[in-house]
């Protein structure tokens, strides 16, 4: 090849990749547009804090009312519940695989665990539907067993494939000479695990709890089928809520497209993605800050 | 002479290959004991024989005896964590964590149990007066390690060490790492310590063996070819193959 193609073909590659890149950033850009213009009308119509911290959603009430805190709480019920059951299960669960299993039993639970990633949602909202909901009703005596507390187990359980692969590679990042220096020291496996490897890894540990819970505020299908969908403020763990993702789902076939119930659905979209750009921005954040500590001074 | 440790009849194996063959050696006491020989000749994997670091890796096999102060430390009553605490490490890189440089040296004292402020303030001063650091961290003990430079490191490894107040001290080529300025501190520091401790010291630097080592042991393939004073190795070795090793002939 002449030295002249060789310019052209790297500059070629450069620009070709640049364009890939920007190209997935003008799509992202581009649904936020799309979802604030579709969604703007029910601002200006029922103004913004009206429609955020409104109380009660009734869209086929004449007049409809539009108030969206009642899918937020249950957006944040759903995924706190599934972030208290995802992360430390998660992260317990990495920590023997990364650093108690044997080699063999490591690479087939690993397996058996991805495999948990690909099963369809509407495959765990089928199960946490037919057999989880019946247990949870007789086991706390409830009147259903749909309800915010057997969302979050599912969306736990549906969270869980997230948290530990990724907490597993930030455990096996740790530097095996933090463990040998400290198993050195007369150290026990599990003090090494506790007050090196674990405090070495947190930023990673961190990263896959934030990932989990952006997987289970987005879920749809399965919180759909199992949270129980009543538009109301909970109590309890075992009131029956809505999620905005859910709402969206159950409501969007019967709108008129341009029309006030579109509209706020719209608006419901614009508040869940700002809730998962929230999320996203505070893990970057902490990511970058427990790494310069961890350049820096301590643990 | 007192022997702190002997090896008798010790095989080592990883998986089905043997690395190690037939290793008699005793370690004085106080005294600094060098282990050369070429790459792979299982230097290495006979030191950490002497700590049980092996014991971390799967699918290894020990056949024979250390005897640590006459107790063999392969008996299945001894907890290969407290004999950690009786034999420290030091290894080829310097791997300080990375936390405060107090807190590296805290690390071991407290996991067995020291939480009192003032004597950890005491121990982490006195291992880094011992390791020759003090005066260069002294007003900086909060900061990260991974600060220092690579000398400081090793050394404050060595501190670290130091801290948990062990009898012996293995050292699986310290100075491999550092440059010319560092390393010759570092051999000042182990001939300083071997008043105190007991030292075993893997170097494929024949110099520094020479200028360090009370006793040279030779290892070649797995097999330990000849042990004897150090003097004696590097200027009237019995064996032919310690001769031509020493002379440069291969390695």
Known sequence: MNKKFVKYYEKGIKYLLALVAGTSILILFLIFIFLFKEGIGIFAKVGILNFIFGMEWLPASEPPIFGAMPMIVGSLVVTVGAGIIAIPFGIGIAMFLAEVAPRNLREILKAIIELLAGIPSVVYGFIGLIVLSPIIKDLFNLSSGLNAFTASLVLGIMALPTVVSISEDALNAVPDSYREASLALGATKWETTIRIILPSARSGLLAASMLGLGRAIGETMAVLMVAGNATIIPHSVFDPVRTITADIAAEMGETVQGGTHYQALFGLGVILFSMTFVINLITDLVFAKTSNIQRGAQL | ?251
């Open chain 2, 1 to 251: 002479m007192i022997n702190k440790m002997e090896a008798k009849h010790l095989d080592f194996y990883y998986k089905d290959t043997q690395a190690l063959f037939n290793i008699n050696l005793p370690v004085e006491k106080n005294a600094v004991t060098a282990l050369i020989g070429p790459s792979g000749c299982g230097k290495s994997t006979f030191l950490r024989t002497l700590n049980r670091m092996n014991d971390v890796i799967e699918k290894t096999k020990v056949v024979g005896e250390v005897l640590m102060d006459n107790k063999n430390i392969y008996d299945p009553d001894v907890d290969p964590v407290e004999l950690r605490k009786k034999v420290g490490m030091v290894f080829q890189q310097p791997n300080p964590f990375p936390i405060s440089i107090f807190d590296n040296i805290a690390y071991g004292p407290r996991i067995h149990g020291i939480k009192n402020k003032q004597k950890l303030q005491e121990l982490v001063e006195s291992s880094l007066k011992s390791a020759a650091l003090w005066d260069e961290v002294k007003d900086r003990l909060h900061d990260s390690a991974l600060g220092l430079s690579g000398g400081q490191q090793q050394r404050l490894v060595i501190a670290r060490v130091l801290a948990v107040e062990p009898e012996m001290i293995l050292m699986d080529e310290p100075a491999s790492a550092l440059d010319p300025i560092s390393t010759s501190k570092l051999e000042e520091l182990v001939r300083e310590l071997k008043n105190n401790y007991t030292i075993v010291i893997v170097t494929h630097n024949m110099q520094q063996a020479a200028r360090i080592s009370d006793y040279t042991s030779f290892f070649l393939n797995g097999k330990l070819i000849e042990y004897d004073q150090t003097n004696i190795i590097f200027t009237a070795p019995r064996e032919k193959q310690t001769e031509d090793y020493i002379t440069g002939r291969f390695g």
